[in-house]
């Protein structure tokens, strides 16, 4: 999924509802499949939380977080995406200081996880017309 697909408001429709922004990333993460990495099953069914998955084999559980750029986030999911959305397909050169007020986190918390995603998308930078592939900023980790 590429810059051009999604828009502003969809965005904000992620920023606003937790559950919708989960769906949104495991939708990403699983879009070639479902593969169970503790023993590589490809059949799943529905874990115990929001856009989890958990393999009908060895009954491991993977959330849609587990080995992404949202692993072990200790703020809301919708609040992540909007920092990575807005620090990679806007491109704006906003504060920690902004992002902090704007949605109500610790300064150095909007710190680290900007800076996070950004030695992310440096990384893959390579791509034609400096667009950002979304998967590959998401599965940073």
């Not at 965005?11 to 989960?22: F, P, T």
């Not at 999911?77 to 200081?97: D, G, H, L, P, W």
Request: charge should be positive; charged fraction near 30%; aromatic fraction near 10%.
């Amino acid at each position: 999924m590429l810059k051009k697909d999604i828009s502003p408001e969809f965005i904000q429709s992620l920023y606003e509802d937790n559950d919708k922004a989960l769906q949104f990333i495991a939708d990403i993460k699983w879009e070639k499949g479902f593969t169970c990495r503790k023993c590589g099953h490809t059949n799943f069914c529905q874990g115990k939380t929001v856009a989890s998955r958990r393999c009908t084999r060895c009954k491991k559980e993977e959330s849609a977080t587990a080995h992404t750029i949202f692993h072990n986030c200790k703020f809301p999911i919708s609040k992540a995406f909007y920092i990575v959305y807005t620090v990679c397909f806007e491109k704006r050169k906003i504060s920690a200081n902004n992002l902090s007020n704007e949605l109500e986190l610790n300064p150095m918390t909007c710190w680290k996880f900007r800076k996070k995603i950004q030695e992310c998308a440096e990384k893959r930078q390579n791509t034609p017309d400096d667009e950002i592939d979304l998967m590959d900023v998401l599965m940073g980790e």
